[in-house]
């Protein structure tokens, strides 16, 4: 013994630790991936060996190298083991190795289960901290259940640190994953509230906060205490936690509001922790404290402080809580508008930002063109692109934002030489059409001025805009022809992709213009030449890289020399030209097209006609731009034109699209401009047409009818304003200035235009808006859980030392949660769900299983066991006679026990007759005053010659016991391993004592050679009873079967015909009778029992799979007929089947 | 018994994690962006960490002395100090109070500080389970648990104690 210790740490100096393996990364910085992956190789070598302090030395390098990046999970079951190491030290590293690596997938989590428990109940009080820091990290639904009831008997522990950290982590986390355990163990968690140690005491509000922010109402019967908290409490942090708190409360109770603007008031005034201000500044701009306009005063100049503060961060913040205020008091903001605008000039980047975003919440009709003038000074002077960019979206934003109800004058606004807005002006509100396009067609004229030194910073965006207003629009162009020209300039060929492609549809717009205006001429040469033009530039845009440009140009080159043919002709064809891009735009709400009801019988994904080949061409087109408004063809002129005239209408329309070759790429005002999918364009948009009142979802009708009056009344006046323009607009600055003084002035104030702000269209029966769902995946919903209502029995926590992993597979079980789940009012909601859920959550432990290994089996046997004790064996009554000596001492403590029946049953694996005397697989029995049992065995899948077994000691005497060694009589198939230089027959000692009445758990490897029959093993355990120093002996036989080799893998109908065509299986059957159950619970029990998986179900037969830990596949078909079920099973090892269908026959003749 | 085995989806988990108030990770990078610590509260990818760190760590080493600390990074914050060559990044969602972060990242140094008297990059490169432990101590969960220099270094030095003793 004592050489071994030598011999491992010479191995341990050997080593590389973490030091070494630091400096070593450093010395290496040329060749680091090459030194890492010598480091792991040595790592894995380190981890084969047996001595714990290489694995755990091994295990700290991992973490470090995880950190950089590398992948340790291969590792998984090496930190396992070191966690599992009863020298805090390497428990520690092997914790923190977990916490890092492990996650709700990671499978070797599910044996870590009783590790952890044994830690949480270690009397080291560090042993217990680093298992729940760890717990924290890597907690499964699985494990929070498991372990629900051993933290909540730590909370009430009296040791400070344990209390405070079991509270937090685990209390919150294992509500989540595991929401039943949160009403048995909310009094505890009350409790904690009043903790005398202010750590247990913030860790308690910690939760509560937590909890409380999503299901407020359960919390709000805690206030007072609350309260009472924080008047008294000092700790900056939990005031901060509880004035959060408060927040989530307050909405649900006015009163409390009322209350807490008081002490909340005091606190802005005294604190002198600016993120105690913070806190509490934003809680009253949160809260509903609308009533006491003093308290936002207050904060606006608290915040006001924390702007002209020094310190950037304050002035981030102050801003960022400003504009919180600023949505329900914009008026006590803007008087601030000058500090914010001295911002708009500070150093830092997202303080701008910050500021920029309270600008545009400050802007109104008065001060708009203030602002943008402002902010337009900015932009010359932005250094940065990206800021840039957001002061220009900015600016248009303020500028569009609510419609455009800020923006008095337009003219104003189409020449800011930066808003790339007017094609949404422009549509919405054609009475400044005109001014627009004369003022686009400027900028396009100079455009060669703009795209040298714009292109690099998106202002040549304003080109697209400007040059589909003046080919949309052109009628209004006072010499299409110029700008034709200005934009068929090979310097066009510059700007990006979509911006020409736009050039170039518009072009042949103004093409058609053109040929228009000359209609009448007699002299026809106009028409030719721009057909010649048309002609001599778009192959510039034939040859260009960008798709889209490309096929449009084509598209066009094609048509102007079909019509320059016809022009040779004297064919006048200006009339059918123009009609290519006919069609009025009318603005269209965003949602509009999401809001087009789908129509009866209608499938959208089915292909009504052949695939459209090239319909999408247009879908390209940026939306940026047209995000507002987009266009759509729609003729609100028409509003007096009946629906029978409308009908007409349409359907010549759609008659002369039809006919039209080139109505795909006709115009962006197409109807198919929209629409993504493919085959989509058959629905039938047209609906949006209707000029009828549109319903919008949260305006009132009455409202709408205004609107829609005004509209017409405006456009029979058109003709008119256009000329009393001028006047009007001097009107309107006489007015404006006026009333500038005056605090209700902006509602007088006169626009430049009688422009009325256009109802954005949706189509009829839009639904109405969804955005308020709530995410029903929120585990949080979980959560919400009446806390008031009394206990009922079914949620007492799982008192259970062990797994109680499948415990839902049992369909007596089943049975028995739904009917309690019936009873239980507060489960109304949930229970669906969580009937939902269950299936769910089998899914996946199926899944789990297959990777895990027997453990889980066997655990479920267990508590299957428990809960119905006839129909299987009870062990603990089989006390074997042998030790009859003992039996006699200890018997009346034995009757004892047997009443109080031990938590610790006693499992096995189905199998054996219900009476032998043999302790089933797994399972040690024994004698006072030591009850043993087997835990698990765990098939290493790595290794298929290995098995695990766990064995839980159960300290049931009043004795300390010591010095216990385990050792089983090894036969020639299965070994127990024994470490290195320790002789064949030596046995092992088990690393801990167990004072009374209390159980840990140890483990054993055994080598097994061949998995086909099932074994039994005897041991024996000897320990020392501390009082009488006596050495005691206990006897025990450990039962392996043929189904604890059996690994539950799922296996895929296909892969299964292919394995049982493949031939290489050996058949077998067997008949049961008497099977009086129903299939499914058949199914269940086989499942449940001998670890097989159903790969496919029909009517009463089920194909089954599982395979073994050395490979065997097992294949079942399980037929029922009445009473009889007959399982036709092929395997490739006969014996092991043979064996394993047996088993499967005594499960059920015990039934 | 209660048997409604209640299972949340790892995925659905992750999201949803998103909207609590917590701390998401902390990390501490030094100026070349070479990661010295980190600690995530909420499960990230490892093929997806590097890329995280990566881009968080871009994010606050180009910002100047005179800005501020705080910085919006997709859908959460970034909360950084910067200590010498060091920084530590602190990744909170939005809801959490950014300024109690911040003096949170100083006690975390000055405690660091008071266990390695003056601490250094080195300190923390070699010591990085203890730095582990101490911050463990403070966060746990996604959560300030304690705040307390003494009571956050016992435990450690009860360790020390243990290894030398």
Same mark, same amino acid.
């Given at each position: 013994?004592?050489? #071994?210790?030598?011999?491992?740490?010479?191995?341990?100096?050997?080593?590389?630790?973490?030091?070494?393996?630091?400096?070593?990364?450093?010395?290496?910085?040329?060749?680091?991936?090459?030194?890492?992956?010598?480091?792991?190789?040595?790592?894995?070598?380190?981890?084969?060996?047996?001595?714990?302090?290489?694995?755990?030395?091994?295990?700290?390098?991992?973490?470090?190298?995880?950190?950089?990046?590398?992948?340790?999970?291969?590792?998984?079951?090496?930190?396992?083991?070191?966690?599992?190491?009863?020298?805090?030290?390497?428990?520690?590293?092997?914790?923190?190795?977990?916490?890092?690596?492990?996650?709700?997938?990671?499978?070797?989590?599910?044996?870590?289960?009783?590790?952890?428990?044994?830690?949480?109940?270690?009397?080291?009080?560090?042993?217990?901290?680093?298992?729940?820091?760890?717990?924290?990290?890597?907690?499964?639904?699985?494990?929070?259940?498991?372990?629900?009831?051993?933290?909540?008997?730590?909370?009430?522990?009296?040791?400070?640190?344990?209390?405070?950290?079991?509270?937090?982590?685990?209390?919150?986390?294992?509500?989540? #994953?595991?929401?039943?355990?949160?009403?048995?163990?909310?009094?505890?968690?009350?409790?904690?509230?009043?903790?005398?140690?202010?750590?247990?005491?913030?860790?308690?509000?910690?939760?509560?906060?937590?909890?409380?922010?999503?299901?407020?109402?359960?919390?709000?019967?805690?206030?007072?205490?609350?309260?009472?908290?924080?008047?008294?409490?000092?700790?900056?942090?939990?005031?901060?936690?509880?004035?959060?708190?408060?927040?989530?409360?307050?909405?649900?109770?006015?009163?409390?509001?009322?209350?807490?603007?008081?002490?909340?008031?005091?606190?802005?005034?005294?604190?002198?922790?600016?993120?105690?201000?913070? %806190?509490?500044?934003?809680?009253?701009?949160?809260?509903?404290?609308?009533?006491?306009?003093?308290?936002?005063?207050?904060?606006?100049?608290?915040?006001?402080?924390?702007?002209?503060?020094?310190?950037?961060?304050?002035?981030?913040?102050?801003?960022?809580?400003?504009?919180?205020?600023?949505?329900?008091?914009?008026?006590?903001?803007?008087?601030?508008?000058?500090?914010?605008?001295?911002?708009?000039?500070?150093?830092?980047?997202?303080?701008?930002?910050?500021?920029?975003?309270?600008?545009?919440?400050?802007?109104?009709?008065?001060?708009?063109?203030?602002?943008?003038?402002?902010?337009?000074?900015?932009?010359?002077?932005?250094?940065?692109?990206?800021?840039?960019?957001?002061?220009?979206?900015?600016?248009?934003?303020?500028?569009?934002?609510?419609?455009?109800?800020?923006?008095?004058?337009?003219?104003?606004?189409?020449?800011?030489?930066?808003?790339?807005?007017?094609?949404?002006?422009?549509?919405?509100?054609?009475?400044?059409?005109?001014?627009?396009?004369?003022?686009?067609?400027?900028?396009?004229?100079?455009?060669?001025?703009?795209?040298?030194?714009?292109?690099?910073?998106?202002?040549?965006?304003?080109?697209?805009?400007?040059?589909?207003?003046?080919?949309?629009?052109?009628?209004?162009?006072?010499?299409?022809?110029?700008?034709?020209?200005?934009?068929?300039?090979?310097?066009?060929?510059?700007?990006?992709?979509?911006?020409?492609?736009?050039?170039?549809?518009?072009?042949?717009?103004?093409?058609?213009?053109?040929?228009?205006?000359?209609?009448?001429?007699?002299?026809?040469?106009?028409?030719?030449?721009?057909?010649?033009?048309?002609?001599?530039?778009?192959?510039?845009?034939?040859?260009?890289?960008?798709?889209?440009?490309?096929?449009?140009?084509?598209?066009?080159?094609?048509?102007?020399?079909?019509?320059?043919?016809?022009?040779?002709?004297?064919?006048?064809?200006?009339?059918?030209?123009?009609?290519?891009?006919?069609?009025?735009?009318?603005?269209?709400?965003?949602?509009?097209?999401?809001?087009?009801?789908?129509?009866?019988?209608?499938?959208?994904?089915?292909?009504?006609?052949?695939?459209?080949?090239?319909?999408?061409?247009?879908?390209?087109?940026?939306?940026?731009?047209?995000?507002?408004?987009?266009?759509?063809?729609?003729?609100?002129?028409?509003?007096?034109?009946?629906?029978?005239?409308?009908?007409?209408?349409?359907?010549?329309?759609?008659?002369?699209?039809?006919?039209?070759?080139?109505?795909?790429?006709?115009?962006?005002?197409?109807?198919?401009?929209?629409?993504?999918?493919?085959?989509?364009?058959?629905?039938?948009?047209?609906?949006?047409?209707?000029?009828?009142?549109?319903?919008?979802?949260?305006?009132?009708?009455?409202?709408?009818?205004?609107?829609?009056?005004?509209?017409?009344?405006?456009?029979?006046?058109?003709?008119?304003?256009?000329?009393?323009?001028?006047?009007?607009?001097?009107?309107?600055?006489?007015?404006?200035?006026?009333?500038?003084?005056?605090?209700?002035?902006?509602?007088?104030?006169?626009?430049?235009?009688?422009?009325?702000?256009?109802?954005?269209?949706?189509?009829?029966?839009?639904?109405?808006?969804?955005?308020?769902?709530?995410?029903?995946?929120?585990?949080?919903?979980?959560?919400?859980?009446?806390?008031?209502?009394?206990?009922?029995?079914?949620?007492?926590?799982?008192?259970?030392?062990?797994?109680?992993?499948?415990?839902?597979?049992?369909?007596?079980?089943?049975?028995?949660?739904?009917?309690?789940?019936?009873? %239980?009012?507060?489960?109304?909601?949930?229970?669906?769900?969580?009937?939902?859920?269950?299936?769910?959550?089998?899914?996946?432990?199926?899944?789990?299983?297959?990777?895990?290994?027997?453990?889980?089996?066997?655990?479920?046997?267990?508590?299957?066991?428990?809960?119905?004790?006839?129909?299987?064996?009870?062990?603990?009554?089989?006390?074997?006679?042998?030790?009859?000596?003992?039996?006699?001492?200890?018997?009346?403590?034995?009757?004892?026990?047997?009443?109080?029946?031990? #938590?610790?049953?006693?499992?096995?694996?189905?199998?054996?007759?219900?009476?032998?005397?043999?302790?089933?697989?797994?399972?040690?029995? %024994?004698?006072?005053?030591?009850?043993?049992?087997?835990?698990?065995?765990?098939?290493?899948?790595?290794?298929?010659?290995?098995?695990?077994?766990?064995?839980?000691?159960?300290?049931?005497?009043?004795?300390?016991?010591?010095?216990?060694?385990?050792?089983?009589?090894?036969?020639?198939?299965?070994?127990?391993?024994?470490?290195?230089?320790?002789?064949?027959?030596?046995?092992?000692?088990?690393?801990?004592?167990?004072?009374?009445?209390?159980?840990?758990?140890?483990?054993?490897?055994?080598?097994?050679?061949?998995?086909?029959?099932?074994?039994?093993?005897?041991?024996?355990?000897?320990?020392?009873?501390?009082?009488?120093?006596?050495?005691?002996?206990?006897?025990?036989?450990?039962?392996?079967?043929?189904?604890?080799?059996?690994?539950?893998?799922?296996?895929?109908?296909?892969?299964?015909?292919?394995?049982?065509?493949?031939?290489?299986?050996?058949?077998?059957?067997?008949?049961?009778?008497?099977?009086?159950?129903?299939?499914?619970?058949?199914?269940?029990?086989?499942?449940?029992?001998?670890?097989?998986?159903?790969?496919?179900?029909?009517?009463?037969?089920?194909?089954?799979?599982?395979?073994?830990?050395?490979?065997?596949?097992?294949?079942?078909?399980?037929?029922?007929?009445?009473?009889?079920?007959?399982?036709?099973?092929?395997?490739?090892?006969?014996?092991?089947?043979?064996?394993?269908?047996?088993?499967?026959?005594?499960?059920?003749?015990?039934? | 018994?209660?048997?409604?085995?209640?299972?949340?989806?790892?995925?659905?988990?992750?999201?949803?994690?998103?909207?609590?108030?917590?701390?998401?990770?902390?990390?501490?990078?030094?100026?070349?962006?070479?990661?010295?610590?980190?600690?995530?509260?909420?499960?990230?990818?490892?093929?997806?960490?590097?890329?995280?760190?990566?881009?968080?760590?871009?994010?606050?080493?180009?910002?100047?002395?005179?800005?501020?600390?705080?910085?919006?990074?997709?859908?959460?914050?970034?909360?950084?100090?910067?200590?010498?060559?060091?920084?530590?990044?602190?990744?909170?969602?939005?809801?959490?109070?950014?300024?109690?972060?911040?003096?949170?990242?100083?006690?975390?140094?000055?405690?660091?500080?008071?266990?390695?008297?003056?601490?250094?990059?080195?300190?923390?490169?070699?010591?990085?389970?203890?730095?582990?432990?101490?911050?463990?101590?403070?966060?746990?969960?996604?959560?300030?648990?304690?705040?307390?220099?003494?009571?956050?270094?016992?435990?450690?030095?009860?360790?020390?104690?243990?290894?030398?003793?």
């Amino acid at each position: 013994m004592a050489l #071994k210790i030598v011999k491992g740490s010479i191995d341990r100096m050997f080593d590389k630790n973490l030091q070494d393996l630091v400096r070593g990364i450093r010395n290496h910085k040329e060749d680091e991936a090459k030194y890492i992956s010598t480091c792991i190789d040595e790592i894995k070598q380190e981890l084969k060996q047996d001595n714990i302090a290489v694995k755990a030395n091994a295990v700290c390098k991992l973490t470090y190298l995880q950190m950089l990046g590398y992948d340790v999970s291969w590792a998984a079951f090496n930190i396992v083991e070191v966690m599992s190491s009863s020298k805090f030290t390497y428990k520690r590293i092997g914790y923190l190795a977990a916490s890092q690596c492990f996650h709700e997938s990671t499978d070797v989590i599910m044996l870590t289960t009783n590790q952890i428990r044994k830690d949480l109940s270690s009397p080291n009080q560090y042993d217990t901290g680093v298992a729940l820091t760890g717990l924290s990290c890597f907690v499964t639904p699985d494990l929070a259940r498991d372990l629900a009831n051993d933290i909540m008997t730590l909370v009430s522990h009296g040791d400070c640190v344990k209390r405070k950290r079991c509270s937090v982590l685990i209390m919150y986390k294992v509500f989540l #994953k595991y929401p039943e355990s949160l009403r048995p163990a909310f009094p505890r968690l009350k409790e904690k509230l009043e903790d005398p140690d202010p750590g247990v005491q913030s860790a308690a509000v910690n939760v509560i906060c937590e909890l409380a922010r999503r299901n407020p109402k359960n919390y709000l019967s805690l206030a007072p205490l609350f309260f009472k908290l924080m008047t008294s409490s000092t700790n900056n942090w939990v005031l901060i936690k509880i004035i959060k708190l408060f927040g989530a409360l307050t909405p649900l109770e006015p009163r409390l509001g009322k209350k807490l603007i008081e002490p909340l008031t005091n606190l802005i005034h005294s604190t002198s922790a600016m993120s105690l201000l913070y %806190e509490c500044v934003n809680t009253v701009i949160a809260g509903q404290y609308c009533s006491s306009v003093g308290s936002v005063v207050l904060c606006v100049q608290k915040l006001r402080i924390l702007i002209e503060d020094s310190d950037q961060n304050l002035k981030y913040l102050g801003l960022l809580a400003m504009s919180k205020i600023l949505k329900t008091h914009p008026k006590s903001v803007q008087s601030h508008k000058d500090l914010i605008l001295q911002c708009l000039d500070d150093k830092d980047e997202s303080i701008r930002l910050r500021a920029l975003d309270l600008l545009y919440g400050m802007v109104s009709k008065k001060n708009l063109m203030e602002i943008v003038k402002k902010l337009m000074l900015h932009v010359d002077k932005a250094e940065g692109t990206t800021y840039r960019d957001e002061l220009l979206t900015k600016i248009i934003d303020i500028c569009s934002q609510s419609n455009y109800q800020y923006i008095t004058n337009f003219e104003w606004s189409v020449s800011q030489p930066v808003t790339p807005h007017p094609p949404g002006i422009s549509v919405s509100w054609w009475t400044i059409r005109v001014f627009a396009v004369a003022q686009m067609a400027t900028l396009l004229d100079n455009a060669h001025l703009l795209t040298g030194s714009m292109q690099r910073n998106g202002i040549c965006e304003v080109l697209y805009a400007a040059a589909w207003i003046c080919g949309e629009f052109s009628e209004h162009l006072e010499n299409p022809l110029q700008t034709l020209e200005a934009m068929l300039r090979p310097k066009v060929a510059t700007l990006p992709g979509h911006i020409q492609a736009v050039y170039v549809q518009n072009a042949a717009k103004l093409f058609a213009t053109v040929l228009k205006s000359q209609e009448g001429n007699t002299d026809s040469t106009t028409a030719q030449e721009t057909s010649q033009l048309m002609i001599d530039r778009l192959p510039l845009f034939v040859q260009s890289a960008n798709l889209e440009v490309q096929e449009r140009a084509s598209c066009i080159l094609q048509l102007v020399k079909y019509i320059q043919k016809l022009q040779q002709k004297d064919v006048e064809v200006a009339e059918e030209v123009i009609a290519l891009f006919a069609g009025e735009l009318n603005p269209v709400a965003p949602k509009a097209q999401k809001k087009v009801p789908v129509p009866e019988g209608l499938d959208l994904d089915a292909w009504i006609n052949e695939p459209p080949s090239e319909s999408e061409s247009e879908d390209e087109q940026p939306k940026a731009i047209f995000a507002k408004e987009e266009p759509k063809h729609s003729r609100p002129r028409h509003t007096e034109v009946d629906e029978k005239e409308l009908a007409r209408r349409r359907e010549a329309r759609k008659q002369e699209q039809a006919n039209n070759p080139f109505y795909i790429k006709a115009s962006p005002s197409s109807q198919k401009v929209y629409q993504d999918a493919p085959g989509v364009e058959h629905i039938p948009v047209v609906q949006i047409d209707l000029s009828v009142p549109l319903k919008v979802p949260g305006l009132p009708m009455s409202d709408q009818y205004v609107k829609l009056e005004e509209e017409r009344r405006q456009k029979e006046r058109a003709e008119k304003k256009k000329k009393e323009k001028k006047k009007r607009k001097e009107k309107r600055s006489g007015r404006g200035k006026k009333h500038d003084s005056g605090p209700e002035s902006e509602e007088d104030i006169t626009p430049a235009h009688m422009v009325d702000i256009v109802t954005e269209e949706m189509p009829e029966n839009a639904l109405p808006s969804d955005d308020d769902d709530k995410d029903p995946n929120d585990p949080h919903k979980a959560l919400d859980i009446d806390l008031d209502k009394p206990l009922a029995d079914s949620e007492k926590l799982p008192v259970r030392s062990h797994r109680a992993a499948e415990a839902p597979k049992s369909p007596a079980e089943d049975g028995d949660a739904e009917s309690a789940a019936t009873q %239980e009012p507060k489960k109304k909601s949930g229970k669906e769900k969580r009937e939902k859920k269950k299936d769910k959550d089998r899914d996946r432990k199926v899944s789990l299983k297959c990777s895990v290994s027997l453990q889980i089996q066997f655990s479920t046997s267990r508590i299957f066991n428990e809960l119905s004790p006839s129909s299987f064996w009870v062990f603990n009554e089989k006390k074997s006679s042998k030790h009859k000596k003992k039996k006699q001492k200890k018997e009346k403590e034995e009757k004892e026990k047997k009443k109080k029946k031990k #938590k610790h049953h006693h499992h096995h694996h189905h199998s054996d007759g219900g009476g032998e005397e043999s302790v089933q697989n797994g399972t040690v029995e %024994e004698e006072e005053p030591l009850p043993v049992s087997v835990y698990d065995i765990q098939g290493n899948l790595q290794d298929g010659s290995q098995v695990v077994v766990s064995v839980i000691f159960e300290n049931k005497c009043d004795s300390f016991l010591k010095s216990m060694e385990f050792n089983v009589l090894d036969s020639l198939n299965s070994k127990l391993q024994r470490p290195e230089g320790s002789g064949p027959h030596d046995g092992l000692t088990v690393p801990f004592q167990l004072p009374p009445g209390v159980s840990n758990e140890a483990r054993f490897v055994f080598t097994v050679q061949s998995i086909v029959m099932p074994q039994k093993l005897k041991g024996t355990l000897t320990f020392i009873v501390k009082d009488s120093s006596t050495h005691e002996k206990l006897d025990f036989k450990l039962h392996f079967t043929c189904t604890s080799y059996l690994i539950t893998t799922p296996c895929y109908s296909d892969a299964f015909a292919k394995l049982l065509e493949s031939g290489d299986l050996k058949g077998s059957s067997v008949r049961l009778e008497g099977v009086n159950m129903p299939f499914h619970h058949l199914l269940a029990r086989i499942c449940f029992h001998h670890h097989f998986s159903v790969v496919e179900r029909i009517d009463s037969c089920a194909s089954m799979y599982s395979r073994s830990i050395q490979g065997h596949h097992v294949c079942l078909l399980v037929k029922t007929s009445g009473q009889t079920v007959s399982i036709d099973a092929k395997c490739d090892e006969p014996t092991l089947l043979g064996n394993v269908l047996d088993e499967i026959k005594q499960t059920f003749s015990q039934c | 018994m209660v048997s409604g085995v209640n299972s949340v989806v790892p995925v659905l988990c992750f999201r949803a994690a998103a909207d609590q108030r917590m701390i998401k990770f902390v990390l501490m990078v030094n100026r070349q962006g070479q990661t010295r610590l980190s600690r995530y509260y909420q499960p990230v990818e490892l093929s997806r960490r590097a890329a995280l760190e990566a881009d968080v760590v871009r994010c606050c080493l180009t910002r100047k002395k005179d800005q501020c600390s705080f910085v919006e990074y997709k859908d959460f914050k970034l909360v950084y100090r910067q200590y010498a060559a060091l920084y530590i990044v602190v990744g909170v969602t939005d809801t959490e109070n950014e300024l109690s972060i911040y003096e949170l990242v100083h006690n975390f140094v000055e405690v660091l500080d008071k266990y390695f008297s003056r601490v250094s990059e080195l300190d923390i490169m070699f010591n990085l389970d203890r730095v582990h432990i101490i911050l463990d101590e403070m966060i746990q969960n996604g959560h300030i648990v304690e705040t307390n220099k003494s009571r956050i270094l016992a435990p450690l030095t009860a360790l020390d104690k243990m290894a030398d003793g």
